[in-house]
């Protein structure tokens, strides 16, 4: 099991730097999937952590200027490791004006990703700092916990409102309630609702926009659903304030996708990485 | 700034011209109460000494000002004349450093032994006056024993260099370790031994000796101290724009760490660990150790020798003081506490658990007038061992 590669573009640092400071805020803890082409950041719902699962796809090429890997086996050429991302965002912070970071699996007191950066200096000779980032490997007989979600068979498919707007909302929803419906429509209406004893909040979104997605992919049993008709969900504010907490990068496609009472699918498309989120409905 | 000291009848004072030296005093009080809870202050004739150290003694910080950094200044005629206060009243007095710095003509020092009083007069702008009256106690001298000089090993470099790589490690970090040999220079934070070694993430960042101003290594070496305290110092000698010099020898002896100009002079003085398992190399030769070249010292010189016993500080050496050898006494107390240095890290590990980070530090000395008893059984007198190791010292450390 091999893994090696290189960042030697500043540009491409910043870009994965700010990636994984997205994933820090989302998560303590998650996977690192390392294929030939793609750096997968997975999360799987799990009761600890109240069922929210995540999945963030980058296209490897993208963003290293070297990239070899040896996987697992020939048939599985892949490597899974259990990482902490705030490990991986403090070797990175101090990085940023680096000529170049090398990033190694190595075996050190435990297996570890060493991260080693060339820093610019006030001598001839560089400086180095290196990194190293302890992991766990998956082994081969959990993969099957952090394979690509399926697009779940969504009732309502919508463009979501500026992120900024959405975090500011839902900040001072927070103060108010720890529930919030998040519910659209066809038309691309879109509500954020908060339902207390004393005080109910809604804040309406209009024409926002319909993702067309292929027919068959909603809108299930062939019937087509009233524009009107809202569905909705509700979720844990907490989870969806953490979502929008974390929002570092400005994506150029920002999508929530609603299964009536079952989950609030967020979805982040950006050139060259995809951010999706899952959001269980409670009672 | 007026420094008046009322010992009996006389009157003593000094200033500090107002504007830059205000804000360094300022900013070197800020420093101090980085290390500990309370200000000690000397005045003398040569000078006035802010001191700190920390509660469990393992981080001692000095500095001196010359008369030069005064305006007026007037020294108290009774040399026995130390105090202390909690560093937070004096710190309130200094506490804006912008408006220091905008507003502030003029600052004058009283002390007044007979009331134990301090006042501090602040002189502004428009004619405003703004008084602040400290009460003050008496105590004895702070004084640790250490003697940079004879150090084998020193590095000097400008603040910058030492922020920068301070940054890489997490504000949270307690312990550092610098290793030294060659042409380099490491550091790398250091982990508990007791912590899950497979769980801490390891940062190591090398530096080439190139980038330093100064870099006299007598043998490979690494000592580990508490980052939290370097910090401080490198805030005040960055803003001062002052070299740093770092200046130790093996693990275990104290690391002294210091910023000079022609009228003032800091040194930080903070406990290392004395076993270090991440040490790069295992040679103590000793006999090889050259002394490094002691930067400029024009520091004036300075008679507490009568009350101190190891005063083997020749940070207050002006050239025409000579360090006197010291008595023996303090030699045989540093290999003493060397050999016993094991055997009570292993008690504190077990007692006190919960202690500040430096639980594993062995206090540095702390010089008192008399002459420390050479039991070493009570973990109340271990503030009296003396860590600095001297020029003779060729007992086999471990």
Known sequence: MKFRAKINDVGCLNHFTRVVNTITKLTKACVLRLTVNNVYFVLSGKVANGGVSMWCELLQVNFFDEYQLEGVSADSNEICLEVAPENLSRALKTAQNAKFVKIKLTKKHCPCLTLAAELPSLSSVSRVVTHDIPVDVIPRRLWHDFKEPSMPDFDVSIYLPPLKTMKSVVDRMKNLSNYLVVEANLSGEMNLKIETDLVSVTTHFKNLGNPPWADDASQGGGQSRPVEAMAHARVDIRKLQQFLNGQQVNPSKAMCNIVDQRIVHLILLQEDVSLQYFIPAVA | MDCVSTGGNRVSCMYVTYNSYLVV?????????????????????????????????????????????FQRYQAPPDQAFHCKMPIKSVQAVFRSLSSLERSVEKCRIQMNSEKSRLTITLHCKHGLLKTHNLSFQDCESLQAVFDKESRGNVLQAQPRLWVDTVLHFPPSLEEVCVSVSGERVWLKNHVEDDADPSRAMMTELCLSSEEFDHFAISSQNSITFCLKELRGLLTFAESSGLPVSMYFDDPGSPVVLSVSDSVLEANFVLATLSED??????????????????????????????????????????????????????NHRARLSSTRQEEEEEEEEEELLDRPPSKKFCSLFFGSVLPASTQLTSQTTRSQEVLASDSEDEGEKQ
């Not at chain 2, 500990?36 to 509660?55: F, H, I, Q």
């Open chain 2, 25 to 69: 005093l300022a900013k070197a009080i800020h420093s101090l109460s980085r290390i500990g809870e309370e200000l000690y202050l000397e005045p003398m004739e040569d000078g006035l000494t802010l001191r700190a150290v920390n509660s469990s003694r393992s981080a001692f910080a000095c500095f001196m000002l010359s008369p030069l950094f």
């Open chain 2, 277 to 330: 398992s991440h040490q790069h190399s295992h040679s103590n030769s000793k006999a090889e150790r050259c002394k490094a070249q002691p930067p400029p010292d024009d520091f004036m010189s300075d008679d507490m020798d009568s009350y101190l016993i190891a005063m083997e500080t020749s940070e207050l050496a002006v050239p025409s003081y000579e360090p006197a050898p010291h008595p023996c006494s303090t």
